[in-house]
C-alpha cells in the first residue's frame, strides 16, 4: 500500500499555477527628429539671456528719438525732463545728424533683426515693438502737417497732443528697457499685438 501511494504521488504531480504572459513594455527612444524640435522651441521661447536684454533694451531708444520733437512743449515748461534728456544729447543729435537715419535704422531692425532667425523670439519679438511704435508716429506728424496751428484753440490741442505722444514714448522706453534689462516681456498697448502677427 505504501509502494503504490509512492507511486501516485510521483506519477501525478499536483499542477503548479503559471502567471500569465504579459508582453514587456518599451519605452520610445527620442529620435533626432524630436530632439531637434524640442531644441527649436526652446530657441524660440520668450526667455532672455544678457545679450539679448541689452539688445533688446536698446531697441526702444529708436522711436523715442525719432519722435523726441515732440515733447519740445514739455521740455520747455517742465525742467525736470531735462535731467533725463541730457545725457541722451548726443545719442539724439547723432541720430538726426543724417536725415534718412530714421529709415536706416528701420530697416536695419526689420530686415537684420526681426526677420533673422538667428535671433530669439525675445530679440524679435521687443524690436518689433519698437518699429510699430515708430511707425504710429505717422499720425500725429500728418495732423501737424495738415493742421499746423499757428494759435488759439487749435494750437492749444496740438501742444497737448504732442505733449501726449512724448509721454506715451518716454514710458514706453522706461518700461521697455527696464523690462528687458530685468529679463521680462514688456507688452506695449496698441503695439504688442501688432507685433506678434509679425514674428514668425
Known amino acids: 500500500m505504501a509502494v503504490n501511494l509512492m507511486a501516485f504521488r510521483l506519477s501525478a504531480p499536483l499542477p503548479i499555477p503559471i502567471p500569465p504572459y504579459t508582453k514587456p513594455r518599451l519605452h520610445p527612444l527620442r529620435t533626432p527628429t524630436q530632439r531637434s524640435t524640442f531644441i527649436t522651441q526652446s530657441k524660440g521661447s520668450d526667455t532672455a539671456d544678457a545679450p539679448d536684454r541689452i539688445i533688446s533694451a536698446v531697441a526702444y531708444f529708436y522711436p523715442f528719438f525719432d519722435g523726441i520733437q515732440y515733447g519740445r512743449y514739455l521740455i520747455t515748461q517742465f525742467p525736470q525732463f531735462q535731467v533725463f534728456i541730457q545725457p541722451l ?9 543724417f536725415p534718412f537715419n530714421g529709415l536706416l535704422v528701420f530697416v536695419t531692425l526689420y530686415f537684420v533683426v526681426v526677420r533673422n532667425p538667428n535671433f530669439s523670439r525675445y530679440v524679435r519679438f521687443n524690436t518689433m515693438q519698437a518699429i510699430v511704435l515708430d511707425v504710429l508716429l505717422i499720425f500725429p506728424d500728418l495732423l501737424e502737417r495738415t493742421f499746423n496751428p499757428k494759435e488759439g484753440v487749435g ?16 514710458v514706453s522706453l522706461v518700461y521697455g528697457s527696464s523690462s528687458c534689462l530685468l529679463g521680462q516681456l514688456p507688452r506695449l498697448p496698441l503695439v504688442a499685438e501688432a507685433a506678434d502677427r509679425q514674428i514668425l
Open 89 to 97: 544729447i548726443p545719442s539724439i543729435r547723432a541720430f538726426e545728424s
Open 155 to 170: 494750437l492749444d490741442l496740438m501742444m497737448s497732443l504732442d505733449s501726449t505722444v512724448f509721454l506715451f514714448l518716454l
